[in-house]
Each structure stands twice: as C-alpha cells, then as structure tokens.
C-alpha cells in the first residue's frame, strides 16, 4: 500500500504502486477479481486465495466462477454446486506445505443461487413453492436480466453477511464487458422498479378487457398458447410480493462492493487489446469510487528474453549458422546418423535463432505496455508464463509467491 498506516495515499501525490498482495489482503475482507476473459482472474482468485490461507493463518473462502475441469478438481469443487467446501489439510501437504489458515472453495451454481434468493424473499412457503414451480421462472432463472452477473454479486453478499470467512476472494463470470457485474445490482433494482414490471402485474385478465390490448393479447394467446400467457401473468404477480425485498437488497449489494473493506484486483495480460480493457476498467472503479487494490499482469514473457546477451547468441547463431551446423554434425551422428545432416541443422539453428528474437520483440513490448500503463494501483504485479496450465495446489503456489511481496 503507498502508505501502510492508514492504507491511504498522501493526499494530491497518486499511489506509489510499491504496496504487496501480502498487505493488501491483510486489511480487506473482500477481494473480486476481475478483468478480460482468459487472462487469468480464475487462477489468480484461487491463487490469492490460497495464499492468504497459507500466510495470514485466516478463514479464506474463493468463490469461484467457471474453474477449469483440473482446478475444480485440485479445490475438490467436482459437482458440489455452491456448498462451501474446505479444502483438506491433506491437499496442502501434498504441495509441500502446512497452512496455518483455512482454505474453503466454492463454485457459483446460478440456478441454485437463484431458488435461494426466492427462497429468502419469499413472504411464505407457498409463494415460493408457486414460484419455483413456475415453467416461466424455471426457463428465465439461468438468463434472466444477466442473471449471471448479478448472482454472482448476491452469493458475494449472502456469504458475507451470514458467515465468518476473514477473508472472501471472488472470481467474476466471463462478461462481455467487464463492467457488466458492476451494474448489475443498480440494474436489477431499477428492474424491479420500473413500469414495465407494473404493466407486467397488471393481472392477465383484467388486461384481457381492454379494449387496445386486446388484439395483441388474441395473437399472443394463439402464438404462444394461454398456458404461457397465464404462466407470465402468476409469476410476475407471485413475484409482486418481494419487489421491495429485491430493491433493498440490490441496493445492499451494491453498497458491499463499494464498501471500504473491498477491494478490486484487475488481471490482465500485457497483450495491448485486454490490456486497454483492463485500463478502461480500472479507470471505471476509480471514477465510481471503487478501491483499485491491485492490477495483477499475468503470462508475461521471462526477463531474460529482453536481456543483450541472448541476443547476441541469436544474431551469431543466425549468421553463421552453416558453420555452426558443421561443427555439431560430428556430435549428432554420433546420437544418431540421421541427425547429422548440415544443411537441416543450420536450418534449425535459424529458425530457433529467429524464434528467440522475435520473442524478444514481444518481450520488449510487454514492457512498453507495462510502463505505459495510465492507472496506478496500489499493487502491481507481474506474473510470468509458466510452462504449463495451472490446476493444482502446487501451481496456485507457484503463482501465489509470484504475486504475494
Ligand atoms: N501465468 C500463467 N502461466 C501459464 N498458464 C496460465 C497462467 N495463468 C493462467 N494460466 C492458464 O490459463 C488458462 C486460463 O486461466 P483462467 O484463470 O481460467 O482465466 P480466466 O478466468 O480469466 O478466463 C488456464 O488454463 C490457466 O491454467
Ligand atoms: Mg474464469
């Protein structure tokens, strides 16, 4: 943090960008992970996560979105649906280390948050047995108004409010712009707020009478059947009844998120398409008042590859490729005689030269990218590409100490 005492930066000077995950997390509650697709929230939550449970010796929860089929598994997430789960002692062991804190790991089930969520609204056991009864209900729960998004935001909060977790690491759903999840607490407020719900519970069949509606109402009934058209009809009116419910709790979950022990950490790659994505949203919490806690780079090329040195083993190897080739022939044939052959080992040696520079034009613009970037959290840290996939404890490890001093 640019200034550990009060976490705050001086007043008129921007945050340093000198602060540690170790820090940051140490004094939040909530930390959601968000960011372009792909880039690597998933892993980057779990490894945080997994951290802070192994470090800071607290009850660490990382609530997981679309984990990969290995890492659900590695988190014991296999079709356990949105139960919490902890994550055996047992599991840490065989990755080497012995965690001073609780790691729990849960996965968000939409359509079981949602029969939750109308379960808690509910005025009565009958309404809600009536709702989630309802075909309309049972069709809309997984799409309804970016249902995704939203829920996402609510189990947040539920988890939040009723358990004892010091710490929750949230992963975010793949939007199609990151933002989305953002707005969607005021958007289901004004949702359930707006006049088009009004119209909506104007009961079927006093809509029925009247006379402008009428015709429309004939063509949807023979389109759509009376079946759908009642179904409509009961579920807006059983739903009537926790409008106020879902409003007020919008409005709660969007002040969790802007609350002062929540923080955003923003991951990217250094690729300039979701970096720019990743800048525009950074620059949106900040307007919005949101913490920026950290921006965390992910898959960056090695430092290496920017170095002089290994350039320079490149230009020679490419110029003076036949020469080389010639010299390791002899060693080649040896192993085996068909890889002695001059001409394909110049053509190797060239190509791999080729390889290596080029990666080192990436490299060198990942770089670019890096200092050009316009916001400055309190955390910025860089993650190298490993040379495999991520779906273990020992590899969120790995990632983990990368992020964490
Ligand atoms: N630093 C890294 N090095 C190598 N592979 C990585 C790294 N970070 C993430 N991955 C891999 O990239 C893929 C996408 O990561 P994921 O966390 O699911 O991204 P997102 O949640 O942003 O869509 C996964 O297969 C993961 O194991
Ligand atoms: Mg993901």
């Avoid at 599991?91 to 012995?98: E, I, N, T």
């Avoid at 002899?330 to 190509?351: C, F, H, N, S, Y």
Wanted: proline residues 5%.
């Amino acid at each position: 943090m640019a200034d550990a005492g009060t976490g705050k930066a001086p007043r008129g000077a921007p945050p340093a960008g000198g602060g540690s995950m170790d820090g940051l997390l140490a004094t939040k509650e909530i930390v959601v992970a968000c960011g372009p697709g792909g880039v690597g929230k998933t892993t980057t939550a779990a490894a945080a996560a997994v951290m802070a449970a192994i470090r800071h010796g607290s009850k660490v929860l990382v609530l997981t979105v679309d984990p990969a089929k290995r890492l659900a598994n590695a988190l014991g997430l296999d079709g356990i649906g949105n139960t919490e789960h902890r994550v055996p002692d047992e599991a840490f062991r065989s990755a080497g280390v012995k965690p001073r804190g609780q790691l729990w790991a849960a996965m968000l089930d939409t359509k079981e948050s949602w029969d939750a969520l109308i379960a808690h609204h509910a005025p009565d056991d009958q309404t809600r047995d009536e709702i989630l009864a309802n075909p309309l209900y049972q069709n809309i729960a997984g799409r309804f108004v970016q249902s995704h998004d939203y829920i996402a935001m609510e189990r947040l909060y539920e988890i939040h409010s009723a358990s004892d977790y010091d710490l929750i690491v949230v992963d975010t759903p793949p939007t199609r712009n990151a933002l989305d999840f953002l707005d969607a607490p005021q958007r289901m407020a004004d949702f359930f707020s707006s006049r088009l719900l009004r119209w909506l519970i104007v009961p079927y069949r006093s809509r029925l009478v009247n006379v402008a509606t009428k015709p429309f109402y004939q063509i949807a009934d023979r389109i759509l059947g009376t079946e759908f058209l009642a179904d409509i009809s009961e579920f807006f009116i059983l739903f009537q009844s926790m409008y106020a419910g879902f409003v007020e709790r919008s409005d709660a979950v969007g002040r969790l998120l802007s609350d002062r022990r929540t923080t955003f950490v923003v991951v990217s790659t250094l690729e300039a398409v979701p970096l720019r994505e990743a800048e525009f949203f950074a620059e949106q919490l900040t307007n919005r008042r949101l913490h920026l806690g950290a921006i965390v780079l992910n898959k960056v090329l090695p430092d290496y590859l920017r170095g002089a040195a290994g350039a320079s083993v490149a230009e020679s190897m490419k110029e003076r490729a036949e020469e080389f080739a010639a010299q390791l022939s002899p060693t080649l044939t040896l192993v085996d005689p068909v890889l002695g052959d001059i001409d394909q080992i110049a053509r190797v040696l060239t190509e791999v030269a080729d390889g290596y520079l080029n990666f080192q034009v990436v490299a060198l613009r990942e770089m670019e990218e890096r200092s050009s970037l316009s916001v400055v959290p309190d955390v910025l840290a860089t993650v190298p590409f490993f040379e495999t996939d991520i779906f273990d404890l020992a590899g969120l490890i790995r990632l983990g100490e990368q992020i964490w001093d």
